[in-house]
């Protein structure tokens, strides 16, 4: 569904990705660990067209993503939900979730209000509330919530479980894995490496701005590198 080929692409003057290549088949639910600066987040981010790539390819179910805008790549379905969540706090919950249909764009709706309510019933109980007074972890889930609107065919997930209580983020990352289990494809930064494994079935660990290890999740969680680097610190350090 995703062939990223020797992408390269700079960030506030600084080269931040310097010849990935990765890939993710529909159905997957992919993982991309490292450590803080390594490039992960500017990865998303030129996927999705916020970030211009300076060398490499992007296509995205055959289609090159070259040249196409950010809100362009949102309505052919590959959509983000950004680090810090950004969701509008003088609007409703319900508001910040009608917002997502924008991305439709004469394509069939997969996500109606009823079964994003089914995923999450704390937006249902607040849809009236302003989004802006929600806890940190609800604010996630409409962050979400509002992407799916949108019917996403690929789901970019930058950092879902940052700032939250361990509660919150494991039921932010069981409501992923169900989403996965309904046929979504995800592509997950997650600054938790323990539970990005746990959760996903491959993983790329980018350092750098460049790929230096790719397999199962379920391997990689056992590899000597990644457990001295990333599963031997507390939870949370492993990050952007």
């Known amino acids: 569904m995703l062939e990223i080929s020797d992408l390269a692409a700079a960030y506030s003057g600084i080269r931040a990705l310097k010849g990935v290549s990765l890939n993710v088949a529909q159905g ?8 803080n600066g390594a490039g992960k987040s500017t990865l998303l981010n030129t996927i999705s067209g916020l970030v211009r790539k300076s060398a490499g390819s992007i296509r995205f ?3 090159d993503l070259a040249g196409m805008s950010a809100y362009q790549i949102s309505r052919i379905g590959l ?3 950004p680090e810090g969540r950004q969701i509008l706090g003088d609007l409703s919950v319900q508001e910040n979730l009608q917002l ?3 991305a439709l764009h004469h394509r069939a709706t997969t996500h109606t209000l009823e079964r994003i309510h089914d995923l999450f019933p704390i937006l249902a ?3 009236d509330q302003r989004a802006g007074s929600l806890s940190g972890g609800q604010q996630q889930m409409l962050a979400i919530g509002r992407a799916l609107m949108g019917a996403p065919r690929l789901l970019l997930l930058d950092e879902p479980s940052l700032g939250l209580s361990p509660l919150m983020a494991h039921q932010v ?3 992923l894995r169900r989403l996965n289990a309904e046929g979504l494809t995800i592509l997950l930064v997650e600054q938790n490496a323990r539970q990005a494994l746990k ?3 491959r993983a790329y660990l980018i350092e750098q701005g460049l790929v230096v290890k790719e397999g199962r999740s379920d391997e990689l969680s056992q590899d000597s590198g990644v457990i001295a680097h990333y599963l031997g ?3 949370g350090a492993a990050s952007h």
């Not at 997957?28 to 450590?35: F, K, R, S, T, W």
């Open 233 to 235: 610190q507390a939870a």
């Open 100 to 102: 997502g249909t924008t």
């Open 173 to 175: 990352l069981t409501a």
């Open 28 to 35: 997957e639910m992919v993982a991309l660990i490292g450590p």
């Open 199 to 201: 959760s996903t079935h």
């Open 61 to 63: 179910e055959g289609r």
């Open 79 to 81: 959509l983000q939900v």
């Open 125 to 127: 109980e607040r849809r």
